[in-house]
């Protein structure tokens, strides 16, 4: 039992892989929409490349999204409107108009035509509230019909017949014109403007559940196929009729495939695919960065980041499928790319697009459209942490997608006067929620502890609080780290590698040396030298421990992991070998490990460039009266020594590479120095 417990701890790192692998293939395969896959893909515009299709069982031709829209329209156009009746107030209004008379029209008690006046007045009341006075106004046409509800009676009229306040008015006005009492004006005016009340409203309750009982009646389809028909012969153009019968087949058999019975099957044929795309970008990463794939922190990054982008874009499909180029896809490169690098970006990129595929609508043009997204994303950003680089990348991204769908359009459509701008819009609005990536960038540092290029340039700010330590109680350590980060960017620049990394390294590379500054050279003054006093054993253990130090003092000022490793290899396992000479002197049996750094070993091309640049900066002081050839077969020794105590053995840099930086050096101390060519005599 103890074996097979002992055998899974040595296997720890590969288990988890294997649960994060299949977490993350349930997780993808759990968020797709439930459905199955018709087995045909056709696009409008295009011949059909398949052998003559026939109706495998009968189905209705649905309705396109258009026709529906429209007859929905012409429904809610025609709809008749329910208006309601306030008797109440009408009869209040009746009831208190002798009243209302006698107040208003006094006058008209000294003439002898009070009654046929009063009379003329009633009369032009129940005229005004026959069909009522509207509460407000509505946009309707004078002749749209309308019922009128009057208690449990509803009339058809129409809309002209309700009195809005203007016509009120105007009718008022008109009758009192053309009757004998037009000296009485005022007073009936008066008269009406106080007894009349509007008292007809719209139902706006009745009018919406009549109008959702009537847009429910809508079919969405016409017409049917029957079993065996022949919808589409090979080579005819997918267009017309024949397009909506195609899109209505593959609805129905969508529908009909995922059911109770073959469920299990669906979903193992989903996970096994998404496992498979998983897998391949797996064995990528195992293959060509397998630093990153011993690191199951990372290794959960990538797949987390592609687990985020697929949960995104189903939820658009889910609830908005018409949106789906909103989702700002290329954000994934771009983050993948400022962790690790381009290729990784990449790849990873089209493996999510290709596990999208399942899922958007028009799979073919969305794939396209992404993955050339994607890769003019890796080819066109570069130094992300520029701010304008990211946005002259945002621009020329969005400029792609807008090119290529609008290609795709006019495959489809054959005209470009009818392009969809809503959709163009869209393709903006996902290009400026790209801008978006520097503060996940910021989010993902903190939560999984990586380091980007924008981290990287606040690190390597001369004027920071460890750095300004630094130059204070180790001056000469500071003059050299400067000096080494200069030397190592530029060689790190000639082979490819990661130059803003490895001049952060640099920089830190000597912080350790801050403890006992002065038992180093580069800081001691002409006085004397603080390992006089002291056995050759101690001085080395001194010298020595200025790597754990450094990595003391790293992880107390939150330096990133990537940093701290150029602290702990920029010696390697190699030897301080002047003390270990002096100590065989007086002792032949020496333990040189008392004498050797603990190491690792460099372990990629950046610390190992950090090794071969500290050590060959630190060494070219000691040179007198330095020349060209000098420093030519200085650097090739202390190069080829380092390589013969087999330093680079776990660094991926090769041997073309270590050549080019060795001509970094010499060039680079040429200058330093100050040398001129030496012109034979």
């Known amino acids: 039992m103890k074996h097979i417990f002992n055998k899974l701890f040595t296997k720890q790192s590969a288990i988890y892989k294997f649960l994060l692998f299949l977490c993350t293939t349930a997780l993808i395969v759990y968020l797709f929409p439930k459905g199955g896959i018709f087995k045909y893909e056709f696009s409008k515009g295009k011949p059909w490349q398949y052998e003559n299709l026939y109706a495998p069982f009968d189905f209705a031709i649905a309705k396109t999204e258009e026709e529906i829209e429209i007859e929905k329209k012409r429904i809610t156009d025609n709809i008749i409107p329910y208006f309601e009746y306030d008797t109440i107030i009408a009869n209040t209004a009746k009831d208190s108009y002798d009243n209302t008379f006698s107040s208003n029209l006094k006058v008209l008690y000294d003439s002898g035509s009070r009654d046929q006046a009063k009379l003329f007045g009633r009369i032009l009341l129940n005229d005004i509230y026959r069909y009522g006075v509207l509460q407000e106004t509505y946009a309707y046409k004078n002749k ?170 189903t939820l658009v499909v889910k609830y908005k499928s018409a949106y789906i180029y909103v989702v700002p896809l290329c954000i994934l490169p771009l983050v993948l790319k400022a962790f690790f690098d381009s290729r990784l970006g990449l790849f990873t990129h089209v493996v999510t697009v290709l596990i999208l595929g399942f899922v958007v609508p028009n799979s073919y043009e969305y794939t396209f459209l992404q993955i050339i997204a994607g890769i003019v994303t890796i080819l066109t950003i570069s130094e992300s942490f520029k701010r304008a680089n990211l946005f002259i990348s945002v621009g020329q991204i969005t400029l792609i997608y807008i090119i290529a769908y609008i290609s795709f359009h006019i495959i489809h459509e054959g005209s470009i006067s009818n392009i969809d701008w809503p959709t163009v819009a869209l393709f903006v609005i996902s290009g400026f929620a790209t801008l978006i ?60 590698a990661n130059a803003m990394l490895v001049r952060v390294g640099a920089l830190y590379h000597d912080i350790g040396k801050m403890i006992n500054p002065i038992y180093f ?161």
């Open 144 to 313: 749209r019909q309308i019922f009128l509800s009057k208690g449990n009676k509803a009339e058809a009229i129409t809309y002209s017949q309700i009195l809005t306040p203007n016509a009120l008015t105007k009718l008022i006005n008109t009758r009192i014109d053309k009757s004998e009492y037009t000296k009485f004006k005022s007073g009936f005016v008066a008269l009406f403007y106080d007894l009349v009340k509007p008292n007809v409203r719209l139902n706006e309750k009745l009018t919406e559940s009549t109008l959702d009982n009537e847009l429910e009646k809508v079919l969405t389809t016409r017409g049917g196929v029957s079993k065996g028909s022949r919808i589409i012969a090979k080579g005819e153009v997918v267009e017309g009729d024949t397009l909506q019968i195609l899109i209505s087949l593959k609805s129905e058999y969508e529908s009909q495939v995922w059911s109770d019975k073959n469920f299990y099957w669906i979903v193992l044929g989903y996970c096994l695919l998404v496992s498979l795309a998983l897998m391949m970008l797996l064995l990528f990463i195992r293959k060509y960065r397998k630093d990153i794939y011993e690191n199951n922190t990372q290794v959960t990054f990538i797949f987390f980041n592609i687990l985020f982008m697929v949960l995104v874009t």
């Open 437 to 496: 990536v520097h503060p996940l960038i910021y989010a993902y540092e903190k939560i999984f502890r990586l380091i980007s290029d924008v981290s990287l340039l606040e690190l390597s700010d001369t004027n920071s609080a460890l750095l300004k330590e630094l130059s204070n109680k180790a001056p000469g350590t500071f003059h050299h780290s400067l000096n080494v980060a200069n030397i190592a960017e530029a060689a790190a620049n000639e082979i490819g």
């Open 521 to 681: 050279t580069e800081n001691q003054s002409a006085s004397g030298n603080a390992h006089d006093v002291l056995s050759p054993k101690e001085s080395a253990r001194i010298i020595v421990n200025h790597v754990i130090r450094g990595v003391e003092i790293a992880k107390k000022y939150n330096l990133p992991d990537r940093v701290i490793d150029f602290i702990r290899t920029h010696h390697g396992t190699s030897t301080v070998y002047y003390f270990y000479a002096k100590e065989k002197e007086s002792n032949e049996n020496v333990n040189i490990e008392d004498f050797q750094y603990p190491g690792p070993k460099p372990f990629s091309k950046e610390t190992a460039i950090l090794m071969m640049t500290d050590s060959v900066e630190a060494a070219s002081k000691s040179l007198k009266n330095p020349t060209s050839s000098l420093i030519d077969s200085f650097v090739e020794k202390i190069v080829t020594k380092q390589m013969e105590n087999g330093q680079f053995l776990n660094s991926n840099i090769t041997f073309k590479e270590i050549q080019q930086v060795k001509k970094v050096f010499k060039r680079k101390l040429t200058n330093i120095y100050h040398l001129r060519i030496e012109y034979p005599e």
